[in-house]
Nanobody, 111 residues
Framework: QVQLVESGGGLVQPGGSLRLSCAAS????????MGWYRQAPGKQRELVAT???????NYADSVKGRFTISRDNAKNTVYLQMNSLKPEDTAVYYC?????WGQGTLVTVSE
């Protein structure tokens, strides 16, 4: 079993920044990437970014250059630094590891 707990969501104005955290506990398997996904109202869940145990990253085109994923293996924590936020970034953001998902944290970008 793996438990994933996200934090750091909230309300931010366009152009602002937020940092999301995902604390993982349990049987983490280093073979599998850690990732952030998001789901906006009325839309399907989509990939935001992933990171391997070795630090290789992958981003959705819509967030490249604005978001940065990182991980602290000693703390079993993954971060998502989000800069230059846009209203279209509004969504519930989920942390993922293999088949496991966190409960999600809401990010709202609005005036």
């Amino acid at each position: 079993q793996v438990q994933l707990v996200e934090s750091g969501g909230g309300l931010v104005q366009p152009g602002g920044s937020l940092r999301l955290s995902c604390a993982a506990s349990g049987r983490i398997n280093s073979i599998y990437v850690m990732g952030w996904y998001r789901q906006a109202p009325g839309k399907q869940r989509e990939l935001v970014a992933t990171i391997t145990n070795g630090g290789t990253t992958n981003y959705a085109d819509s967030v490249k250059g604005r978001f940065t994923i990182s991980r602290d293996n000693a703390k079993n924590t993954v971060y998502l630094q989000m800069n230059s936020l846009k209203p279209e970034d509004t969504a519930v953001y989920y942390c993922n590891h293999f088949q496991y998902w966190g409960q999600g944290t809401l990010v709202t970008v609005s005036e």
